[in-house]
């Protein structure tokens, strides 16, 4: 999924993301949204940050897998400027194939602070 975030790819969108996938921190986001935006905003360029995957947790429940791990972003033109969510989604297995059904983010608190 980074990867093709990163890649500014609307294919990996349409194969990975359920079509009923939900985002309950923002109920307007829909796939069909986050399609459009990408082939929009980006037209195949890079988007202006780099993302990363920290302190993942996979937990497998029959169908069901939960991910949580922090998404890092990096502004490209000023690498000091960083941002971090936590991130919370689920994928259900249908078929044989794994899709993502509930992606949730929300700041990220630093456990030392």
Same mark, same amino acid.
């Given at each position: =999924? ?27 986001? #829909? ?28 937990? =497998?429940?029959?169908? #069901? ?49």
């Amino acid at each position: =999924m980074l990867k093709g975030e990163m890649n500014s790819d609307p294919a990996v969108v349409e194969r990975i993301y359920s079509d009923d996938c939900i985002n309950p921190s923002d109920p307007d986001w #829909t796939k069909a949204k986050l399609v459009e935006g990408i082939k929009n905003d980006y037209r195949g360029q890079a988007p202006p940050y780099i993302a990363s995957a920290e302190d993942m947790h996979v937990y =497998m429940l029959g169908d #069901t897998a939960v991910v949580m791990y922090v998404k890092k972003y990096v502004v490209r033109e000023d690498p000091n400027h960083v941002d971090r969510q936590d991130q919370t989604e689920v994928f259900l297995r249908s078929d044989g194939t794994w899709k993502l059904k509930i992606s949730r983010s929300s700041p990220h608190k630093n456990p030392e602070s």
